[in-house]
T-cell receptor
Framework: AQSVTQPDIHITVSEGASLELRCNYS??????LFWYVQSPGQGLQLLLK??????LVQGIKGFEAEFKRSQSSFNLRKPSVHWSDAAEYFC??????????????FGKGTLLTVNP | GAVVSQHPSWVICKSGTSVKIECRSL??????MFWYRQFPKQSLMLMAT?????????EQGVEKDKFLINHASLTLSTLTVTSAHPEDSSFYIC?????????????FGPGTRLTVL
């Protein structure tokens, strides 16, 4: 069965600083990998996803992530954090469940605090 | 992105009562919807897959008689927590996969917070 580990429960950065959120996965086949952001009162929003191809994936809001098969990692990065980026971030791995759908397994999340 | 709504956003009920949570896909039809639960400071855990026109598929360890799922139409799925107890208090979230060509994206509702007294 697949699993996702987000080693950092809580990260605090200053506004304008760079950010890297770590994600490690375990899956027997080629993984579908995702990063979601959850803000209070709002549904999870997809930041980016990796299915195949270029291992450096660009997402919304200036985020990017790099798939490293040798390290089973899919770390999320942003060169300059904005105060509005403060939220909970979830990494997820998807496994096909038949047809065109897939099931998501989430990590426990990383809470990002941004200091002014 | 697509809009998924949930109703209610927050509910408090007494132990032993049943609570129904609705999940609506507002932008497209969905033959499949997913239901998750999230405990405080925890990850989202997939509970079940809701299938339009057929029975829901439950994940291991999820009581199907306790969490009743009905996929009433291509835009509506409901989760009923029957005979709720305090340990059922949680954040319930639905998602709708957009199976259109080249998308493979799941859109999440804002969640429903259930508190059982």
């Amino acid at each position: 069965a697949q699993s996702v580990t987000q080693p950092d429960i809580h990260i605090t950065v200053s506004e304008g600083a760079s950010l890297e959120l770590r994600c490690n996965y375990s899956y027997g086949a080629t993984p579908y990998l995702f990063w979601y952001v959850q803000s209070p009162g709002q549904g999870l929003q997809l930041l980016l996803k990796y299915f195949s191809g270029d291992t450096l994936v660009q997402g919304i809001k200036g985020f990017e992530a790099e798939f490293k098969r040798s390290q089973s990692s899919f770390n999320l990065r942003k060169p300059s954090v904005h105060w509005s980026d403060a939220a909970e971030y979830f990494c997820a791995v998807g496994a096909r469940s038949g047809g065109s759908n897939y099931k998501l397994t989430f990590g426990k999340g990383t809470l990002l605090t941004v200091n002014p | 992105g697509a809009v998924v709504s949930q109703h209610p956003s927050w509910v408090i009920c007494k132990s032993g009562t049943s609570v129904k949570i609705e999940c609506r896909s507002l932008d497209f039809q969905a033959t499949t919807m997913f239901w998750y639960r999230q405990f405080p400071k925890q990850s989202l855990m997939l509970m079940a897959t809701s299938n339009e026109g057929s029975k829901a598929t439950y994940e291991q360890g999820v009581e199907k008689d306790k969490f009743l799922i009905n996929h009433a139409s291509l835009t509506l799925s409901t989760l009923t927590v029957t005979s709720a107890h305090p340990e059922d208090s949680s954040f319930y979230i639905c998602s709708v996969p957009d199976a259109g060509v080249g998308t493979d994206t799941q859109y999440f509702g804002p969640g429903t917070r259930l508190t059982v007294l």
